[in-house]
C-alpha cells in the first residue's frame, strides 16, 4: 500500500447527546451511514452535532476579548490549551506553531465540515418527512450554512485553507496531497454554499420554537453580508478593490431589511439582549453555560467578594472609550463634561450595562477593590469587571437565581453597522450611514452624530461605535485585524484603575498592567497547527505554513 499523507483524521459518525451509544459508532462497526441516513429523525440528530463547534465562553469569549484591548486575564498566562483560555499567550507573543492559543478550531472545524459532507453525500437517502414537508430540504440548507460558517470562521483565523466539498477518504490506497486555497477561492466557496442554502430555509422559527438556534435564511442572509464585509476589509483586500465595499453593502442592506421583516428589530433595553434565551434581536445564538461551578458563567466572572473568581477583568483602554451621554464626546475631548474625581458619572448607558467598576452597586452593595472585592494574591486585576451577560440575580452562594441565556453569535445591531461601515467605503457618509449608527446609538439614548463628517471620520465613528456596542461579544479580536490596526491596537501598555480613600475623597490611579506586544509580520493570522504541516512530510508543496512562524 502506498505511504499516505494524512491532514485530517476524523470521525465518519457524529455523537447526538440524546443517542450518544447509538451514534457514536463507525458504520462498519454496528451501523452503517445507509441506516442513520434512512431515517429522517436519525438524520436530524447527526445535523444537530454539526453545530457543536460554534464558539462559545471559552472558544471565542475569553481568549478573543482579553487577546485585544478590551479584557485582561492575566492569571491565565502561562498554560496553552487546545481550545485556550490563555489570552496571555497572545499578548505576549508566546506562542509557536507547536502549540498555540485556538489550534483545537483547525480539527474542530475541519471535523464539522467532513460531517456536513457526509449529510450532503447521503441527502437523496434521507426520507421527506409527511408530517413537516419542509424538513428535509432545510435540513440540507443548515448543513450548507454551516459548512460555510465554518470554512468562514477558518478564513478568519488563517487565511486561505484546503477546500473540501467532498468527503476525503484516508483509508484509500492513493495519497492525498492537499493545498491550501486562495481566499478568493474559498470567500467563492462560502458564498455559493449561502446562495444554495438561502430558499432552502425560513426567514426565523416564530412558529417552532424547538427550532430556535438552527440555521435560517436570515442568519444566511447576515453571515454573508459578515463575510463581503471582510472580504472587502484591508486584510483580505490589500489592493483595496472598491467593488467588493459595494458588494458589502448591497449584502448588508439586503440582510438588515430581511432581519426588521422577520421581526429581529433592536430591542429597547441593551442589558435584556444578552440576559434572555430568547429575544427579538437575536438572530443566531447559542446557549450559555449555567451560572454555577468550575466553569459557570457567574462564577468565574463575578469579583471575589460574591464568591466569584473573577477570571477576567476589564481594561481602562476600553472603558475610556465610553463617550459622555450628554455631550456624545469622549472623556479626553475639550467640552466632554467629564470629570477626573468623579469618572463614572454620566457615561453611555451601555459602559453601566456592560461593566462593574469601584463603586457600582452589584447585589444590593457597593463593590470595594479594597476590601471584600480585592483580587486573590498572586492574581493582577484591573478592578473592573464584565457585567455583559452576567446575571445580577444569581446568587453564588446558594446555587439560585439562575436563568438560561445564550450566547449571541449574530444580532441586529451588527447588521446595522456592517451596513454603516460597508456604505461608508463604497458610496460615503450620506445618511443611509447615519441612519444605520444613530438607530444604534438613539436605542441606548445616545445623541446622533455630528453632522457634516468625512469619509475618514465617518470610518473612526463606526470603528468606535462597534467597540462600544459589541463588546465582549468575539468582534474586537477580528475587527482590529481585519482593519489592519491590531498592530497598534494590541502593541502597547494596558491599564487598569487603583483607587485610594481619604475621608470623603477618592483618588483614582491607571498604573500598567501589562506591556502587550503584536507583531505584525506574522501574527495577523494564526499558525497551521505544525502537525498538520507534518503529516504532509513536506510533499505537499500547495500546503505551507503562514509567514513568520
Not at 303 to 318: E, F, K, N, S
Not at 376 to 404: C, F, H, M
Not at 405 to 427: F, H, P, Q
Request: glycine share 8%; with cysteine.
Amino acid at each position: 500500500m502506498k505511504k499516505l499523507y494524512i491532514l485530517l483524521v476524523l470521525v465518519v459518525i457524529g455523537l447526538a447527546a440524546c443517542k450518544k451509544d447509538y451514534l457514536d459508532r463507525l458504520p462498519n462497526a454496528k451501523i452503517s451511514e445507509e441506516e442513520v441516513f434512512s431515517d429522517i429523525g436519525n438524520s436530524e440528530l447527526f445535523v444537530n452535532n454539526i453545530y457543536n463547534s460554534t464558539p462559545n465562553m471559552f472558544r471565542t469569549f475569553w481568549p478573543m476579548s482579553s487577546a485585544t484591548d478590551e479584557t485582561d486575564q492575566s492569571q491565565d498566562q502561562a498554560t496553552i490549551t487546545a481550545d485556550g483560555a490563555d489570552a496571555g499567550n497572545f499578548n505576549s507573543g508566546f506562542f509557536t506553531a507547536s502549540a498555540f492559543p485556538l489550534r483545537g478550531r483547525w480539527k474542530d472545524y475541519f471535523t464539522q465540515i467532513r460531517r456536513c459532507n457526509i449529510v450532503l453525500a447521503n441527502y437523496d437517502k434521507i426520507p421527506e418527512d409527511n408530517n413537516y414537508p419542509d424538513r428535509k430540504k432545510r435540513l440540507r440548507g443548515e448543513v450548507l450554512t454551516m459548512r460555510a460558517y465554518y470554512y468562514f470562521e477558518l478564513l478568519r483565523t488563517w487565511g486561505g485553507v484546503p477546500l473540501f466539498e467532498s468527503i476525503q477518504n484516508p483509508l484509500g490506497d492513493d495519497p492525498i496531497f492537499f493545498k491550501r486555497n486562495s481566499v478568493d477561492e474559498v470567500v467563492a466557496a462560502v458564498l455559493k454554499d449561502l446562495s444554495e442554502a438561502e430558499p432552502l430555509l425560513p426567514a426565523n422559527y416564530a412558529d417552532r420554537q424547538a427550532e430556535i438556534g438552527r440555521a435560517s435564511r436570515t442568519i444566511v442572509l447576515a453571515l454573508r453580508g459578515r463575510v463581503l464585509l471582510y472580504y472587502a476589509s484591508p486584510l483580505f483586500n490589500p489592493s483595496a478593490i472598491s467593488t467588493r465595499w459595494k458588494d458589502a453593502s448591497d449584502a448588508n442592506k439586503k440582510a438588515l431589511d430581511a432581519a426588521l421583516a422577520a421581526g429581529f428589530v433592536l430591542h429597547p433595553k441593551y442589558s435584556e439582549i444578552f440576559s434572555q434565551f430568547t429575544n427579538q434581536e437575536v438572530i443566531w445564538g447559542r446557549p450559555a453555560p449555567g451560572a454555577f461551578g468550575d466553569a459557570g458563567i457567574d462564577r468565574e466572572m463575578n469579583p471575589t467578594g460574591y464568591i466569584g473568581y473573577a477570571r477576567v477583568t476589564v481594561l481602562q483602554d476600553l472603558v475610556d472609550d465610553y463617550e459622555l451621554q450628554a455631550t456624545g464626546k469622549l472623556p479626553a475631548e475639550s467640552g466632554s463634561g467629564y470629570d477626573p474625581n468623579h469618572p463614572y458619572a454620566g457615561r453611555d448607558p451601555r459602559f453601566y450595562q456592560s461593566v462593574l467598576y469601584p463603586g457600582s452597586i452589584w447585589k444590593g452593595r457597593k463593590i470595594d477593590p479594597l476590601g471584600i472585592d480585592a483580587p486573590e494574591n498572586g492574581k493582577t486585576a484591573t478592578n473592573y469587571w464584565q457585567r455583559k451577560y452576567v446575571l445580577e440575580s444569581v446568587n453564588l452562594i446558594n446555587a439560585s437565581g439562575d436563568s438560561p441565556r445564550r450566547w449571541v453569535l449574530m444580532r441586529t445591531a451588527e447588521v446595522y453597522l456592517n451596513y454603516a461601515e460597508a456604505y461608508n467605503e463604497a458610496i460615503g457618509p450620506d445618511m443611509e450611514v447615519y441612519n444605520a449608527v444613530n438607530a444604534v446609538r438613539a436605542r441606548v439614548g445616545m445623541p446622533a452624530l455630528p453632522s457634516g463628517l468625512g469619509r475618514e471620520e465617518m470610518r473612526e465613528k463606526i470603528r468606535h461605535e462597534r467597540r462600544i456596542e459589541l463588546a465582549f461579544e468575539g468582534q474586537r479580536f477580528w475587527d482590529v485585524r481585519r482593519w489592519k490596526i491590531a498592530e497598534t491596537v494590541d502593541n502597547k501598555v494596558v491599564r487598569g484603575v487603583s483607587i485610594s480613600v481619604s475621608g470623603n475623597d477618592t483618588t483614582y490611579r491607571y498604573p500598567i498592567i501589562e506591556k502587550r506586544s503584536f507583531d505584525k509580520g506574522k501574527q495577523y493570522f494564526l499558525p497551521i497547527p505544525q502537525s498538520e504541516i507534518d503529516k504532509l512530510g513536506g510533499a505537499g508543496s500547495g500546503f505551507n505554513q503562514n509567514p513568520g512562524y
